[in-house]
């Protein structure tokens, strides 16, 4: 009967699954410091359900392996699953039961502890240490946030350093330049530094928190042997460490601040440069002026703008240039406003103060930056009279100057009388001569010999503007202008604009700004022949001057038919 139920028990099956084991390499853990949670089963299927773990712990990485054995014919497979953890909070905690496919693992009781490897919190030979400068700033200031990563340990390649970041838009995070290695002492231990410098801008007062900044990455702790180096005794672990949290005391725009935007800055200054001396102003050209304003602390989005509308010039503004530079202090902005400016009309033209209020981070006080008020002498165009024309003086005038002076009471007589009055006709003769000579018409031939005809000007203007040539087709323009108005030339294109079409007109204009506020397209001359050559009225009802429907010279007179 024994026999029997040995037998019995043979063919009998065998269990449906072999028990799970789970174990960890170290117990207790550092915080900051990975550990390895080991499961092993003999033949069971499936992967781990590791969703358990992730309520108090990070999984960092997995891995599996397998043996074979063959012991007198009998083959067995050992699974074994390799999970790299790391405790999220110090204390007393419990690795949970895990499943593989119908196998359950028993529950491990672990101590995390704060100091067994650590250092003021951080593990012995790798520590953070951040700055900010200063801890009561102005709201939209600048603070200069520095983190050093010191380690006396090597660091795995996939070593990282996050960022600082801040929620809910607090505040702007500006990264200055790259990152700086370099070695240093400390109590006596040699470290290897890592430093990353930050520029923030605070965005609202108040109390404003700056998150830890963290290390993530193995490093590799060698043991003894030669020159200390032992690489087959070396210890490999995956570290995570935090910087201490920063707090700010933002400080809200102060009441003394009488500028329009708020500008706190280390320092600001406020540059005019000129094309050419400003004193050479003229009539029709065109001439430069560049503003710059730098301040360092802020960055160039937060500089306004400069420029304002100056009566008596026409002006053709550029896109402003904005530029921050960086180091490793902080940032630097940079705004540059330039305008090409058009004295329309000749005589005094003021150009108004510029300033620039901001507040001083340094001195703690208002100040403002100003390039004074400046009056300038605008010379005439070339070719025009600076003063109005003489009048001339009347006939009584002329008599009186010539005749002879007499004593009161005593009034001239005799032959001076008579010879006073044909003095006086004599000139009143000669300067009605002179007026007559003035308004009589000159030759055509006399007026511009030395320019080409008015078919010529339109064919070398057709030419000009096909080849996209701006100079030489404003050129042309005005030359064509002096044919078409010799009593009244226009001496420039905004002038002769005036006197076009609406379609001419803008044309024009659009030449002017290519020639004198260029945005970096070149000029298309296609659309001005066009318009040129199509408003000209053309055929046998054509008038002997051709028009490009201007405006007539004197609109007080309407043309006869």
Request: aromatic share 6%; net charge neutral.
């Amino acid at each position: 009967m024994i026999l029997v139920a040995g037998w019995l028990c043979c063919l009998a099956p065998k269990p449906a699954f072999a028990a799970l084991q789970a174990y960890v390499d170290q117990n207790p853990v550092p915080a900051n410091q990975s550990f390895t949670l080991t499961l092993q089963s003999d033949g069971a299927g499936g992967s781990p359900d590791l969703a358990g773990l992730k309520k108090d712990f990070d999984v960092l990485n997995q891995s599996q392996s397998s043996t074979f054995q063959d012991v007198n014919g009998a083959t067995s497979q050992q699974i074994q699953w390799q999970i790299s953890l790391m405790a999220r909070r110090p204390g007393h905690l419990v690795i949970p039961s895990i499943s593989v496919g119908s196998q359950k693992s028993p529950p491990i009781a672990l101590t995390v502890t704060t100091g067994a490897r650590s250092s003021g919190g951080q593990p012995k030979g790798l520590f953070l240490d951040v700055q900010a400068d200063p801890r009561n700033p102005y709201v939209q200031a600048q603070v200069h946030y520095t983190v050093r990563l010191y380690h006396a340990v090597d660091l795995g390649s996939g070593a990282t350093l996050s960022e600082p970041s801040l929620a809910s838009g607090g505040a702007i995070v500006e990264r200055l330049g790259k990152a700086r290695e370099y070695e240093t002492t400390r109590n006596g231990i040699r470290y290897d530094v890592v430093e990353r410098d930050y520029a923030l801008y605070p965005q609202r007062s108040g109390k404003l928190v700056i998150p830890p900044v963290v290390f993530d990455g193995d490093v590799v702790e060698g043991g003894g042997g030669f020159f200390g180096l032992d690489p087959f005794n070396a210890s490999t672990h995956y570290l995570r460490v935090r910087s201490p949290a920063v707090t700010l005391d933002v400080r809200p725009q102060p009441p003394g601040f009488r500028g329009g935007e708020w500008l706190p800055a280390r320092s600001l200054r406020l540059e005019q440069r000129w094309s050419q001396s400003p004193s050479t102003f003229t009539v029709g050209q065109p001439i430069t002026r560049t503003l710059t304003v730098t301040a360092n602390g802020l960055t160039a989005a937060q500089l306004p703008g400069l420029e304002a509308p100056i009566p008596g010039l026409k002006e053709y503004p550029d896109q402003p240039r904005l530029q921050d530079e960086k180091d490793s202090q902080g940032v630097t902005g940079v705004r540059r406003e330039t305008v090409a400016m058009i004295p329309t009309h000749a005589g005094r033209t003021t150009l108004p103060e510029v300033e620039v209020p901001w507040w001083n981070t340094v001195a703690d006080r208002m100040e403002t930056a100003r390039i004074p008020e400046q009056t300038l002498m605008v010379a005439p165009a070339p070719g025009t009279s600076a003063s109005p024309r003489a009048e001339l003086p009347s006939a009584a005038a002329l008599l009186a100057a010539s005749a002879p002076v007499a004593s009161p009471g005593h009034p001239p007589s005799g032959p001076w009388r008579w010879i006073a009055l044909l003095a006086g006709l004599g000139w009143l003769g000669t300067i009605l001569a002179w007026g007559w000579m003035a308004r009589r018409p000159k030759p055509e031939r006399l007026r511009n010999a030395a320019e080409p005809s008015q078919g010529h000007l339109e064919r070398d203007l057709e030419a000009s503007c096909l080849a996209n040539d701006a100079a030489q087709a404003r050129t042309l323009l005005l030359a064509w202008a002096r044919h078409r108005w010799p009593e009244d030339p226009p001496a420039s294109l905004t002038r002769l604009a005036r006197r076009c079409s609406p379609g001419l007109a803008q044309a024009l204009e659009q030449l002017d700004r290519a020639l004198y506020a260029p945005s970096g397209d070149p000029w298309q001359g296609g659309e001005l022949w066009k318009r040129f050559s199509s408003q000209k009225t053309t055929g046998p009802g054509a008038r002997k001057v051709d028009s490009l429907d201007l405006e007539p010279l004197y609109p007080d007179k309407a043309p006869t038919a």
